[in-house]
């Protein structure tokens, strides 16, 4: 009974210190992540650069998370030609790959990026962070994307009132100009 009510007091208190010390330096990893996807990645690049970036070091990261015993996933070689225009071309996305734990190393005169297995918490934070930008980024396109349809639809509406207004405005003329045609006959 007293284990019990122990228990159940250790459950109600908080966090300890050190869980606290913890989620803090989880939170500074994840401010600084953030702050190497938007200044760093997403404002020197062009918009679909850097999503496509962004992208495909999600794709690397969620790789290794799912399977970080395949050696295939621990690296990625430079000289690939998707590698090399969506991480190693871009600014600021080989200081993010560094970021998640890819470290540049050369084996038999090949340079690789290669996984440390340590920095395993960077990943998992790093890939959190990736799928935030991500999401937050397809929303604002989604968002601008429909405005310019409304926009589109605003814009046609008016000049279709414009044509419709002006075909009236034709008619009443018209309507106008005979009946003044047909009583200056009628006067004669």
Do not use: C, W
């Not at 007293?2 to 210190?17: D, I, M, T, V």
């Not at 414009?162 to 009946?179: G, N, S, W």
């Amino acid at each position: 009974l007293a284990a019990a009510a122990e228990r159940r007091l250790r459950q109600h208190q908080g966090p300890s210190p050190s869980e606290l010390q913890f989620s803090g330096a989880e939170h500074d990893l994840r401010q600084k992540f953030r702050r190497l996807i938007d200044p760093g990645i997403l404002r020197p690049n062009a918009k679909e650069q850097a999503l496509a970036s962004l992208k495909t070091l999600l794709l690397i990261s969620e790789n290794l998370l799912r399977e970080p015993t395949n050696v295939k996933y621990q690296r990625f070689k430079p000289t690939n030609g998707l590698i090399k225009r969506n991480i190693i071309d871009p600014k600021g996305t080989v200081e993010y790959a560094r970021e998640l734990g890819f470290y540049p190393e050369v084996q038999d005169f090949q340079p690789y990026y290669t996984f440390n297995p340590r920095r395993m918490d960077n990943l998992r934070i790093g890939a959190d962070m990736l799928r935030d930008a991500i999401s937050l980024e397809s929303d604002k396109q989604a968002r601008a994307v429909q405005s310019k349809k409304e926009e589109k639809a605003v814009a046609d509406a008016a000049a279709e009132k414009v044509i419709r207004l002006a075909y009236e405005d034709d008619r009443k003329m018209k309507l106008l100009r005979d009946q003044l045609e047909k009583e200056r006959r009628d006067a004669r």
